[in-house]
């Protein structure tokens, strides 16, 4: 392994490492032990606590598919449904705002800045919930509208410092054909300004996905509010359970979607020209969405 | 109106929890990210690997379902704390994702050539690390830090739903007291998120700025 910290370890060095391995494996090792050792203990590896998974035990006239079903059909159903309909509401008032934003005025773009950096600096859950008292709407609208506003401030910045990260010679080159500055925006630059942002929306996505979640703390009957549906219903017992199978739902999605956009970026940058700009999965600090430094001051996902 | 003037003292509670809630939390995640930076870019596989597994697990994961998890499954498995604690350990265990990510990027984006001229000069890897690779990595690390520190900020307003009264929390409580004047309510929230949002983020350009500059 190079890094900028270490040469290719020599034999002395090797042996350190092999060292710190065995300790540091062990130290792992330990620290899973006292965990499975807490668990043990407070009987989360009974079978009975995990029986409604295949097999609910008898008080329970249901069988282990209405579990299934509540969980994945209505729970994950509602979660998907509710990310899937804003996600293209964002993606279509990111276009809108990023636009708005380019614009050749300077108090042509002054809205769009407010809006952008008005909602990117508010909690997802208090969009939501002012969608839902304020505007008077059902909560499954209000929690695609506060999705909605805030990641369209995100995405139009993405696709705002798409455009400013393309090489000048594109907008020239529209301008000397005599493209007016719309037609050089939305033919020109934004098409490319997609591609190379693409995996960034795509991480984009998944922080709306994950923020679905919040539709719980508003009363949305997402996964979340099923699984403590299920508790409520089932009883207590089956809390950690019922849990551990929500959160690996939940993380199962998210992680494929955070595949496909890690496989994005890796076809995008192999089709050298004009490809995807890379996941600055540090720069922005947050999830990795692709946020650069540049695009986002106000720490934008997470 | 009057809603939110009657009520400035229980939005002044409400803001100063949160911002305490940021600030523990986001100096609990300091820490508990750096040592995970180190990890991943330490020459120890299972460190590397407990890294990256970490960050990847965590990333993949809403804040709601780690409140979830420490609010209400934890005092099932014998860790029962106050709700303010369980809040600071969800965010913290959360934000420390990003700062690893973010302490690890710094620490790539010094070119090796830097490590290598500090090793030919004679250098030992205290001193590399130092005087040579941290000023350098530290400068890039600070501005993400601080929009890692902004999304913290909005991140407490999950502690809201989970039995905090922080200022989300106070914003549901006068909405749900104050039917008819919703909407100021809601907007002094909003202010009030924005009084630490807008400066930090005026920072960090200011800062990265700066550093660009540097380069």
Redesign the interface.
């Known amino acids: 392994m190079t890094s900028v910290l270490y040469d290719v370890p020599g034999p002395r060095a090797r042996r350190r490492n092999l060292i710190g391995t065995v300790v540091g494996g062990l130290v792992l090792l330990a620290l899973a032990a006292l965990v499975v050792n807490q668990l043990r203990v407070n009987g989360i590896f009974e079978v009975r606590r995990w029986q409604i998974f295949w097999d609910p035990p008898p008080p329970f006239p249901d069988s282990a598919q209405d579990v299934w079903r509540f969980l994945l059909v209505q729970g994950l159903g509602a979660t998907l449904r509710a990310a899937g309909i804003a996600a293209i509401f964002a993606m279509l008032l990111g276009f809108v705002l990023a636009v708005w934003r380019m614009a050749p005025r300077r108090w042509v773009q002054i809205p769009a800045i407010t809006v952008i950096e008005f909602f990117r600096g508010l909690p997802v859950v208090l969009l939501m919930l002012f969608s839902a008292l304020a505007l008077g709407l059902s909560i499954f609208q209000a929690v695609v509208l506060g999705l909605v506003i805030y990641n369209a401030a995100i995405i139009g910045e993405i696709l705002r410092a798409g455009i400013v990260s393309l090489p000048k010679g594109q907008s020239e080159a529209a301008y000397a054909i005599g493209m007016t500055h719309w037609q050089t925006l939305v033919l020109i630059l934004l098409p490319q300004a997609v591609r190379r942002m693409l995996p960034s929306l795509v991480s984009q996505l998944v922080v709306l996905l994950k923020d679905t979640s919040l539709g719980f703390i508003v009363g949305y009957t997402e996964l979340l509010r099923s699984v403590q549906n299920l508790r409520d219903y089932f009883g207590n017992a089956f809390l950690f359970s019922l849990f551990f199978v929500g959160a690996a739902i939940y993380i199962a999605v998210n992680f494929s979607i955070s595949r496909l956009a890690v496989w994005l970026e890796r076809r995008g940058t192999k089709k050298a020209a004009g490809g995807v700009a890379p996941i600055e999965t540090d720069v922005d600090g947050q999830l990795d969405p692709g946020l650069g430094r540049t695009q986002q001051s106000r720490g934008g996902p997470l | 109106m009057d809603a939110v003037i009657e009520n400035l003292p229980l939005y002044w509670q409400g803001f100063r929890t949160t911002l305490t809630l940021a600030i523990v939390a986001g100096l609990a995640a300091l820490v508990l990210g750096t040592l995970l930076g180190a990890f991943r ?7 590397r690997a ?1 890294g990256a597994t970490y960050v ?2 965590v ?7 780690v409140f ?2 420490f609010v ?2 934890a005092p ?3 860790i029962q704390v106050p709700f303010f604690v369980s809040a600071v350990f969800a965010l913290s265990v959360y ?1 420390a994702a ?2 690893c ?2 302490v ?9 050539g ?2 290598e001229a500090a ?1 030919s000069i004679g250098l030992t ?1 205290n001193q ?2 130092r005087e040579v ?1 941290m000023p350098q990595a530290f400068r ?1 690390i600070v ?16 502690a ?3 039995f905090v009264l922080e200022l ?1 929390g106070v ?2 409580r006068l ?1 749900n007291a104050y ?1 008819g004047d ?2 100021a309510v ?1 907007l002094g ?2 202010f009030f ?2 009084l630490i ?2 400066p ?3 920072l ?2 200011q800062v ?1 700025r700066k550093v660009a500059f540097a380069r």
């Open positions: 870019v330490s020459p120890v596989p299972p460190l407990f990847e697990l990333r993949n994961t809403p804040l709601t379902i979830f998890f209400f499954v099932q498995v014998g934000t990003f700062v990510e973010a690890r990027s710094g620490v790539n984006s010094v070119s090796v830097q490590a090793r890897f590399t690390l690779v890039t501005p993400p830090l601080i929009n890692i520190f902004i999304a913290l900020t909005k991140n407490t307003s999950v809201g739903g989970f989300f914003g549901r909405a039917s919703v909407i809601l929230v909003a998120y924005l949002t807008i930090s983020g005026l960090a350009n990265e």
